[in-house]
């Protein structure tokens, strides 16, 4: 099962044949401003493998984005993250850098937003960012999320947002 398509995107699963898209975004150092450093192809390549055993564990990951004619946009969905030793469902999200910008981030994660509500039905749905990531922060707001807390179980603070789903 998928999200919704919205007005302009639609998901899929990501598959062998995103690797070429997917290390070019992830290798991306605009895009990976706030990782510690951009992924390199193998590293594409494992994205893809953990994403594809989220689909077959879960029925959801990290989907690839892209415009009704087919080309891609980047990722968006669900994954199961630690927060401070505990596990909450993130909505977690990049854009190809050309594409940043034009809303394309929102309207992915309120697609992802609604699947975790109606489908997945959890309480609660969380976006960890980069405290400097401003841009991921006004998406995690048009999704309604507020700050909750600090993430303090890693290697660098990361601020967590939420947004109550029941």
Known sequence: MLPHQTARLRFREMTGADLDAMSLML??????????APKTRDEAAVWIEWNQANYARHGYGLWIVETH?????GDCGLTWQQVNGRSELEVG??????????????EAALACLDFARDVVG????????????????????HLGMRALEDDTGGPAVRTVMGVELG
């Open 27 to 36: 290798g991306d150092p605009d895009v990976m401003t706030y990782y510690p």
């Open 93 to 106: 999200y990049h854009i190809r850098s050309d594409l940043q910008g034009r809303g394309y981030g929102t």
């Open 69 to 73: 004619d087919g080309d891609f946009v």
């Open 122 to 141: 959890v309480g609660l749905l969380v976006a960890i960012i980069h405290p400097n990531n401003a841009a991921s922060r006004r998406v995690a707001e």
